[in-house]
């Protein structure tokens, strides 16, 4: 392994891609069995009602139905959840939204299943409707849950922040809103559940967190763990949306055919799934800083309020990552944050891309344009000015002992699309229909788990007796390319080629709970533990080696599919003749390789600690041309750069950049899953709009590499980080373009239109924002921008 890398750093095939490029992938729903049923649930009337009572004696009656279920027929719990157990499996004394499933069926066709479900009696007593998080939290407010809907209160406090607006010489107050954003995933959640063959049950689809859903499982029936078994089928997207929604699924598959005794299949329509599914968290976000003159920033009092719609789901978790990254990767000695999350009758919110982390940075970035202008400098020097570097001590009290790059990602993502001179020509440009502008923004983001709880990961690397390598982890692929990761550091640990790898999908009964594949942690926790399993079959293949040769086993290599002779490179034995040595020696050539993450901390009452054990940095730029006379943005050149470590796959990385600011760009201009009194106005992808291949821009992708300890051979991460920035850079942009500030996303056709209108004026910044408020525009009844 010394030297070079031959398999780090390349742009290897995936090992998905054959499947995936010929139709020969299994996804959820092309398993069937010959004898299964067809599962379907019978969902809400009311955002929020009493269950008076329930009358499935009709559906009984139907020729082919074979079991009608409700709340009373679940063996063990009747709610699950990772963090609070407050979601139910099917709702049994009160609905609290219109995704919440009352009843269950099973039959023999789709057809009668769905005519059973319309011969359900259900008798609701409807009750009062909170849909406004802010307005949850007051005094009065119809109550969700136990006591007050307010369920999460994280902190952060660091100096003093009175002293802080003391010294300063002006401060800057604004409010900011974000939207609900479905995940787009192109599969429908899917599974098939089947008795298994020694009782419990085995569950195959389209699940992400396989561990998760089997506890809940396990729990539902009362049955112990290894009598729930779950495979993941390939999947087809996730973004971090197939957690809860088919840990449900699983649930209420699973009791339909514990009950039957026969296969069971179930899969949500698209209306369905935007129907039950949870969402990404809409914020709303309070922020005051203080600065001197120069730029510095004496303080930051920052509150923020997510709505966690019915449910708590991951809304502990994804607020956390909010209160520590909430103020940035910027220096400011007093700080006072506070995030909270309340429960509403809208869709219950989760893990979707980014985690907390979107929202908080579109305001960040944003207060960093406003403080530039107040300060009368470019948005770039503003931030090299206030910006993190090595040795830096964080909001929460963490010094940051690794490489921070904040500077060198800004830099050169703002050379990519020459910001400056753009800036200053753009700023200083007429009147006309269509302005062009340019925008910046930049983050810091802990990687993996943190000190959410405990980080560890399992992989086993196999080795056969002809060469071949079989790989499996508790690390799940939802199409990221974990797997592909994976397997390049196996290939590069014991020196072959990637065709010897067959990666296994996820199987809870044949790896060991390696967590929730969330927080962008494939690579640096799955790809830590393959690197672990491999060394150890490695250490295993030169012992037999050096028996084989009578070569010391420190002279001796694996390289391109032989040992070789670690100083001359001679060939001594193809890889296949060492196994086939190694099997019939006796020894063994299975590696398990077990990765916890380094230490963490965190203090909950005071609000510090040692948050995630590294962080990743990364810049955005975007150019923007705004027509005047319709408020249609076109983002027209744009800059990723992203600090990955080591890039394990470069045209992997590539391929999650250009993806991210795809996605970014959608929250940016174009999507809100819109939810009025409770109820979702889009279920499907006719209404609810996401960018297509027109509406994303040449993208310029810079790879930084400064490799990290933490991680195997170097490498970090970059799934999440590159989503969470194109938003704030492309509406930095617009006001660069229009003299526009966006208060709230996404930055559709009125929004632009309202704040040209204003700015033609001559309203910019502040004055802006004041005369919005005079004219009481609430921008969240502002609706639509679709042509």
């Not at 891609?17 to 049923?37: C, I, S």
């Not at 909430?326 to 985690?355: H, I, L, Q, S, W």
């Not at 709880?453 to 060469?467: F, L, N, P, Y």
Request: net charge negative; with cysteine; proline share 4%.
């Amino acid at each position: 392994m010394a030297g070079k890398h031959k398999i780090i750093g390349n742009s290897e095939r995936r090992v998905d891609a054959w499947g995936k490029v010929t139709g020969r992938a299994k996804f959820a729903e092309d398993y069937n069995l010959g004898h299964q049923l067809w599962g379907s649930v019978l969902r809400s009337k009311h955002p929020h009602a009493k269950i008076l009572s329930i009358d499935t004696s009709q559906a009984m009656k139907l020729p082919g139905v074979e079991a009608v279920l409700t709340a009373k027929d679940i063996p063990g719990s009747k709610t699950f959840g990772i963090v609070l157990k407050n979601q139910q499996i099917l709702a049994e004394d009160r609905v609290r939204y219109l995704g919440d499933g009352v009843a269950l069926v099973a039959a023999t066709s789709k057809e009668i299943a769905a005519q059973a479900l319309s011969l359900i009696k259900i008798d609701y007593e409807p009750l009062p409707v909170v849909s406004d998080p802010e307005e949850a939290m007051k005094p009065g407010a119809p109550i969700l849950h136990d006591e007050k809907n307010e369920f999460i209160h994280h902190k952060v406090h660091k100096g003093d922040v009175a002293k802080g607006f003391a010294e300063a010489d002006f401060t800057i107050e604004r409010k900011f809103k974000t939207q609900f954003i479905e995940h787009s995933y192109i599969e429908p959640e899917c599974v098939l559940a089947e008795p298994g063959e020694q009782g419990g049950v085995e569950i195959i689809g389209s699940v992400q967190n396989l561990f998760s859903s089997r506890r809940s499982v396990a729990d539902a029936l009362n049955i112990p763990l290894n009598r729930v078994q779950i495979v993941q089928s390939t999947l087809g997207g996730s973004f971090g949306g197939k957690d809860e929604v088919m840990t449900s699924m699983c649930c209420r598959a699973a009791l339909l055919a514990t009950r039957t005794g026969k296969p069971v299949k179930m899969v949500n329509t698209r209306e369905e799934s935007m129907l039950e599914s949870y969402k990404r968290h809409p914020y709303v976000l309070y922020y005051r800083w203080g600065a001197k003159k120069e730029g510095t920033i004496t303080a930051m009092e920052i509150r923020c309020i997510a709505d966690g719609g019915a449910y708590a789901s991951m809304s502990p978790f994804v607020t956390w990552r909010s209160v520590v990254q909430a103020t940035g990767p910027y220096y400011c000695e007093n700080v006072k944050t506070d995030v909270y999350a309340a429960y509403t009758n809208n869709n219950y919110t989760g893990a979707m891309r980014g985690f907390g982390s979107p929202q908080v940075n579109f305001a960040i970035e944003s207060m960093m344009d406003e403080l530039a202008e107040e300060v009368g400098v470019s948005p770039l020097e503003i931030r090299l000015k206030n910006g993190f570097e090595t040795g830096a001590v964080t909001a929460t009290g963490q010094r940051l002992t690794h490489t921070v790059s904040l500077k060198e990602v800004l830099t050169k993502a703002a050379q990519a699309i020459e910001f400056d001179k753009k800036w200053n020509m753009y700023r200083a440009a007429g009147d006309g229909e269509k302005k062009r502008g340019v925008g910046l923004a930049c983050s810091y983001r802990g990687v993996s788990l943190g000190a959410e709880g405990a980080d560890a990961a399992e992989t086993i690397v196999s080795v056969q007796t002809d060469g071949s390598v079989i790989v499996s982890s508790g690390v799940t692929d939802m199409g990221q390319g974990a797997q592909t990761q994976m397997a390049q550091i196996t290939a590069e640990v014991l020196g072959i080629s990637m065709d010897r790898i067959q990666f296994l999908n996820t199987n809870t009964s044949r790896v060991a709970d390696s967590g929730p594949t969330v927080a962008s942690r494939g690579t640096i926790m799955g790809g830590s533990a393959a690197k672990n399993a491999a060394e150890k079959v490695r250490a295993t293949l030169l012992d037999v080696g050096a028996e084989m040769t009578g070569v010391d086993v420190s002279d001796l290599d694996l390289e391109d599919n032989y040992l070789v002779s670690a100083k001359t490179h001679e060939r001594m034995a193809s890889f296949s003749e060492l196994t086939a040595a190694c099997f019939n020696k006796g020894r063994p050539m299975t590696g398990l390789g077990w990765h916890k993450s380094p230490p963490t901390s965190w203090h909950e009452e005071e609000g510090h600690g040692e948050a995630y054990f590294t962080f990743v940095y990364g810049a955005n730029a975007a150019e923007v041309e705004v027509d005047t006379e319709t408020g249609k943005t076109d983002v027209i050149d744009f800059a990723s750069v992203h600090d990955v470590g080591k890039a394990i796959n470069r045209g992997m990385v590539v391929g999650q950049m250009c993806g991210g600011v795809a996605m970014g760009l959608g929250y940016g201009l174009l999507e809100e899953f819109e939810i009025e009194d409770a109820i979702p106005k889009q279920l499907n992808f006719d209404e609810y709009l996401i960018p297509t291949s027109m509406d994303v821009p040449r993208i310029k992708t810079i790879i930084v590499e400064n490799e990290d300890p933490a991680g195997p051979f170097g490498a970090k991460s970059v799934g999440e980080p590159t989503d969470e920035l194109a938003a704030p850079a492309i509406v930095n942009a617009i006001f660069n373009a229009t003299g526009k500030r966006i208060y709230e996303i996404p930055a559709n056709l009125e929004r632009v239109l309202l704040g040209h209108k204003l700015s033609r004026q001559g309203k910019r910044g502040s004055e802006q924002k004041t005369s919005i408020d005079a004219m009481v525009i609430d921008s969240c009844k502002i609706r639509g921008g679709k042509v």
